[in-house]
């Protein structure tokens, strides 16, 4: 008996070594070769009825707190990427000139929901906070500061965590004008700067396909598979959420 357990506990530590080694060799190659990187994107309105079906309950909460808090629904949409499908919502507040999206990220395994308020400035600079639990896989871009705060489970707290970092650090920046009609175009505009500022940093090939993708460098697939897979994933979670409280603290 003594001697199956040792087995199968040796098994086991070979298993927990090799598939971290395995994905942290390979799988650069695999995303290089097989991951795109959206450029040209055109998301499609999706129905109330639509969206409604794939809201899980911390999405429901999400959007009655941010009723309360004076935020108009906009528009919905859907994502189609490589390992999981993303929906996603609009909401609007003329008040503050803030706007909202509530995120449902659906993979075969689980889903998941986020909130995140995003701010964009006449500078070309935005201010984005999320309580997203998986950080993102790509590196600081210089033209968006981002802060994640996983703790922050209220729309309420989030919300407070936003006035407070855009008064530290964009206190005299004019926020640009949303215009509710145009929301996914926004949206759109901010995924085709961040293709530009992947490509500014080498990570991405400068030719849009036909697909409206980039391909990644093989330096970019480094890059994205190091933040994605154990143990950089861990690491690069800890980084994120400690550089978040720490400039929140700051404030």
């Known amino acids: 008996m003594q001697h199956v357990l040792l087995t199968l ?18 799988g650069p190659f695999l ?10 994107v055109r998301f499609p309105s999706i129905s109330e009825a639509a969206f409604a079906e794939n809201m899980s309950a911390e999405a429901v909460l999400y959007e009655r707190a941010l009723l309360a808090l004076g935020f108009v629904k906009l528009d919905s949409s859907s ?7 993303s929906f996603f919502r609009l909401y609007w507040n003329a008040e503050i000139e803030l706007a909202a999206m509530v995120v449902i990220a659906k993979t ?5 929901c986020y909130l995140e308020f995003s701010q964009k400035y006449e500078d070309g600079s935005e201010l984005d906070v999320s309580n997203a639990t998986r950080p993102g896989a790509y590196p600081v871009l210089g033209h968006r500061l981002a ?22 650090h964009k206190p005299d ?16 505009q901010g995924m085709r700067d961040e293709s530009e500022a ?25 890059a994205l598979t190091y933040r994605a897979v154990p143990p950089g994933l861990h690491i690069w979670n800890y980084l994120t959420r400690r550089r978040a409280e720490r400039a929140l603290a700051a404030t």
């Open 9 to 26: 506990s040796i098994l086991i530590c070979v298993l927990l070594v090799a598939a971290p080694l395995f994905q942290n060799l390979v």
């Open 31 to 40: 995303i290089w070769r097989l991951q795109r990187i959206p450029t040209l």
């Open 79 to 85: 994502l189609l990427n490589t390992h999981a499908t």
């Open 108 to 112: 075969a395994r689980k889903t998941l």
């Open 147 to 168: 802060y994640r705060f996983p703790r922050l489970l209220a729309a309420e707290e989030l919300l407070d965590a936003h006035t407070r970092l855009r008064r530290k």
């Open 173 to 188: 920046a004019r926020p640009v004008r949303f215009e509710p009609g145009r929301g996914l175009r926004f949206l759109e």
């Open 198 to 222: 992947l490509l500014r940093l080498g990570l991405v090939e400068p030719e849009i396909g036909d697909d409206g993708k980039r391909a990644l460098t093989l330096r970019g697939a480094i």
